[in-house]
């Protein structure tokens, strides 16, 4: 087994190819996750991500170890970790109603990033028990300690000019708005726009409840609870 594990972190051509098999189940597996929410960093960003960051760290040792130059092989990952944070801010939106949207998904985008490295560099046990404690925290803990749980729902009203008095009635109804986004109507109607919302809703509140008093709200011709 130790003769194994030596051999693994040796860079050759096939642990260079697992390293990078390796980083793409790991970045898509955080991917999926954020794919499913409708994240704008979702599968394929989080794969090119890990997968760049591990050949970032395996062409620091490249050059280090094979080519013999006189550099540090962890220069380049340095590089990235700083480097990600551009990608990240790219992630991150501040809705009209100040509500900062994005965070989980460039804190993600980091880790990921830092999982890729460790896997470029041979380090795959931490690589492979950071991307399980990463998923269990982005699938499950997302409403974790709050009194509140999230609720995506697509809704339709009547002129555009009816938004914010729709928002403020949703809000008098003891439900809070964490991010709204307008769009054109799904359903073709003349004259209707489309809100994609984030409502925060009591624990204890049955979802069915929350559609109905959404639906009662003047102006609201459709409601849709999102997957």
């Known amino acids: 087994m130790d003769n194994v594990i030596s051999y693994l972190r040796e860079l050759n051509f096939v642990t260079m190819i697992i390293r990078i098999v390796l980083a793409f189940l790991c ?83 980091w880790t990921i990033a830092a999982v890729g490295l460790a896997i470029g560099a041979g380090f795959y046990e931490a690589a492979i ?36 008095t729709v928002i403020k009635d949703i809000e008098k109804a003891g439900y809070t708005i964490d991010n709204v986004e307008v769009q054109s109507a799904k359903s073709g109607t003349y004259g209707n726009i489309g809100l994609s919302i984030v409502i925060g809703i009591p624990r204890k509140v049955d979802e069915e409840k929350v559609i109905n008093d959404i639906t009662a709200v003047g102006n609201v011709v459709l409601v849709v609870r999102c997957d």
């Open 27 to 109: 970045g898509g597996l955080i991917g999926m996750q954020r794919e499913r929410h409708g994240r704008s960093a979702g599968f394929r960003t989080h794969i090119i991500v890990c997968i760049g960051s591990a050949l970032t760290a395996m062409t620091g040792i490249f050059m280090s170890d094979i080519l013999g130059f006189d550099t540090d092989p962890m220069r380049l990952s340095a590089q990235v970790l700083s480097g990600i944070g551009f990608l990240g801010v790219g992630t991150i939106l501040v809705t009209g109603h100040t509500h900062v949207k994005g965070l989980t998904t460039a804190a993600g985008l």
């Open 129 to 164: 028990i950071c991307v399980i404690v990463l998923a269990i925290v982005m699938a499950y803990l997302g409403n974790f300690g709050s009194r509140r749980i999230k609720m995506d729902v697509y809704l339709e009203i009547t002129g555009s000019r009816n938004i914010n």
